[in-house]
Nanobody
Framework: QVQLVESGGGLVQPGGSLRLSCAASGSISSINTMGWYRQAPGKQRELVADIISGGSTNYADSVKGRFTISRDNAKNTVYLQMNSLKPEDTAVYYC?????????????WGQGTQVTVSS
């Protein structure tokens, strides 16, 4: 049983910044990947960034150089610092944790937090 709770979404102007947080609780493996996905109107859900337990990161091309993902393993929390926001970044952002059990990957999802970039 894993629960993920996102926070930090809101309305910002183009060029502004937001920091999203996701706190995980429950039966959490020490070896996991955490990440952020987003779903914009009319589009399918897409990976924004993820980070493994050891700290290696991966970013979508559309956010590279503007967003930074980080994690605090002691707090089981992942962050997404979003700078230079664009209207195209408007979406519901979902936190994800991936764990491996019995050679299968299991994904856990938060409820989502709305990010709106508009002038």
């Amino acid at each position: 049983q894993v629960q993920l709770v996102e926070s930090g979404g809101g309305l910002v102007q183009p060029g502004g910044s937001l920091r999203l947080s996701c706190a995980a609780s429950g039966s959490i493996s020490s070896i996991n990947t955490m990440g952020w996905y987003r779903q914009a109107p009319g589009k399918q859900r897409e990976l924004v960034a993820d980070i493994i337990s050891g700290g290696s990161t991966n970013y979508a091309d559309s956010v590279k150089g503007r967003f930074t993902i980080s994690r605090d393993n002691a707090k089981n929390t992942v962050y997404l610092q979003m700078n230079s926001l664009k209207p195209e970044d408007t979406a519901v952002y979902y936190c994800m944790m991936k764990v491996i059990r019995s050679f299968r990957a299991y994904d856990y999802w938060g409820q989502g937090t709305q990010v709106t970039v508009s002038s």
